[in-house]
């Protein structure tokens, strides 16, 4: 196959866009791809063109509308006339039922995906599935309305992992750690019954230096710094006005995120965790979390401040224990702080520290990823979050592309495997997972967490079970009902605007109170 460098595609029905686009950018990652209506120019340059027409009504003579193709037609063309290499260039798929969404749109996902797996001769870990909760789906799957409601356990699980291989072409390993994921989680969720609570964010969207991936709205510190006070007044005024929100339901857990909350100072951190404790109904929490992040922003002293505000849970995250990454990618701290943030925290008796990693770093291959992992075993964490690097289009490191285009970006299985293995060596299993858009080699993110260790928060945030309360630049509040259905309030995300417009934001959350 030549090589691709632009791909073009046609789409008749932009409903479909977000389907499309997904799946044919997880097969060319990295490639220029942009969406056309029928009819607009068509760069020349188009190394790939994906037809798709999904629009299968017509005018009949006389204008009364009817049915008049009720087929999906896809074609894939190279550049000039003769069509793509391949056995398959063009196919029309009958459609039983047009306005059938979810129908439609899985005939339209089995076919692109099936003539692009001919055309790139491989398959995708995830086969067509190109949403970022792949755990809800095997959870449907494990929880069938009928076909094998009467199935024992063994066999519900046995029915998730083939309908997701053969529905959605997921490999088997995919299929079988999803499931794995699933039957974890309805354990955890059928405990803490996640519908009669509620879950509180607290966002700190400061720290110490940007990371040249992140896509997040943080700002550094030094920039903010004689603001941060500010900031802290405009999110105790939404903190208190918001303890009424979600009448009738309990606070199960809390997550202090960003950002990096230990970018405050310890009189700042006492405040902040006051405020929440004197706002709400502790007694009922399970789960209370401080992202500490950055090891270069932890201290002793802050540490206490956690301590004595019985913080249950704490993030330290090294990324890469490899020190030329960090630099390379604006860290600005040392394997040597991660160490030893990690263990003066032990040593103050917090027993659930868990650490993010990510794979998949500019320059690390498995050798790299081997040295992180085996540095990672010796510290013994709980919980280990594995992130394959995403580039979402804010990260500068996606921006300047160019710049680091000679270093390379890998994933393989392999280095997902020994990721896996590592954290088995630990004794920890995985217990929740997601992907996200443009994910580096079409892998996942995914927790593992030592028995009774496992991140409450980040299982009810992914399975989408529990209303959210999110105070804070760039909180989104998040009602769930009964019937599933799911509403956002959304803070704003620019700091400035946050403190400017926060009575703006209180009075946003009045449907909740
Ligand atoms: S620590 Fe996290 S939030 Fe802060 S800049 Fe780095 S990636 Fe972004």
Redesign the pocket.
């Known amino acids: 196959m030549s090589e691709i460098r632009k791909i073009s595609i046609i789409l008749d029905n932009r409903s479909y866009e977000y389907d499309v686009y997904t799946l044919v950018i997880a097969f060319f990652q990295g490639v220029e791809t942009r969406v056309y209506d029928p009819g607009q120019e068509i760069p020349a340059d188009t190394d790939l063109l994906v037809d798709v027409k999904l629009d299968c009504t017509g005018e009949q003579a006389g204008g009364q509308e009817q049915t008049i193709v009720p087929a999906l037609s896809i074609s894939l063309r190279g550049p000039g006339e003769s069509g793509v290499e391949g056995d398959a260039p063009e196919r029309i798929e009958p459609v039983p039922d047009a306005d059938n969404r979810p129908l439609m749109k899985n005939i339209l996902k089995r076919t692109l995906y099936e003539m692009l797996r001919e055309y790139c001769k491989r398959d995708l870990p995830w086969g067509n599935l190109t949403g970022i909760r792949p755990v809800k789906l095997a959870m449907d799957l494990l929880h069938p309305s009928e076909e094998s409601s009467s199935d024992p356990a063994q066999d519900a699980a046995s029915y998730a992992r083939r309908k997701m291989t053969e529905r959605y072409y997921v490999s088997d390993r995919k299929a079988d750690l999803a499931v794995r994921i699933a039957q974890r989680e309805s354990a955890i969720l059928e405990k803490i019954r996640p519908k009669e609570g509620f879950s509180l964010y607290v966002g700190i969207p400061f720290?110490p230096s940007?990371?040249l991936?992140?896509s997040?709205s943080?700002s550094p510190l030094k920039l903010w710094e004689k603001k941060v006070d500010e900031y802290l007044d405009a999110l105790e005024k939404e903190i208190r006005s918001s303890g009424n929100c979600f009448p009738g339901r309990r606070l199960q857990t809390v997550y202090v995120g960003?950002?990096?909350p230990t970018t405050l100072e310890p009189y700042q951190l006492e405040r902040l965790l006051t405020v929440i404790e004197e706002t709400f109904d502790m007694s009922g929490v399970l789960e209370y979390t401080v992202e500490a992040?950055?090891p270069d922003s932890i201290t002793r002293e802050k540490l206490e401040v956690l301590r004595r505000h019985h913080i249950s849970r704490i993030s330290i995250n090294p990324q890469t224990m490899n020190q030329k990454t960090l630099d390379l990618i604006g860290r600005r701290h040392t394997v040597e702080q991660t160490k030893e943030a990690f263990l003066l925290a032990r040593s103050m008796g917090f027993d659930n520290i868990n650490m993010d990693l990510i794979v998949g770093l500019p320059g690390e291959g498995i050798r790299e990823v081997e040295h992180t992992m085996e540095e990672i075993e010796t510290l013994d964490p709980d919980d280990v979050t594995v992130h394959a690097l995403a580039l979402k289009r804010a990260a500068r490191l996606a921006l300047h592309m160019d710049e680091y285009e000679k270093i390379s970006f890998k994933v393989s299985d392999d280095i997902m495997r020994r990721c896996e293995e590592g954290c088995e060596r630990l004794q920890m299993t995985p217990y929740y997972l997601y992907r996200q858009k443009n994910i580096a080699g079409n892998f996942e993110n995914v927790g593992y967490a030592k028995s009774h260790k496992a991140g409450l928060y980040n299982i009810l945030i992914m399975e989408e079970v529990q209303c959210i309360l999110a105070c804070g630049a760039s909180g989104s509040t998040k009602i769930v009902y009964d019937d599933g259905r799911i509403e956002r309030i959304e803070n704003v995300k620019d700091i400035r605007s946050y403190l400017d417009r926060i009575d703006e934001m209180i009075d946003r959350k009045n449907p909740i109170r």
């Open positions: 720290c940007i990371c991936y992140c997040f943080s960003g950002g990096t992040g950055r």
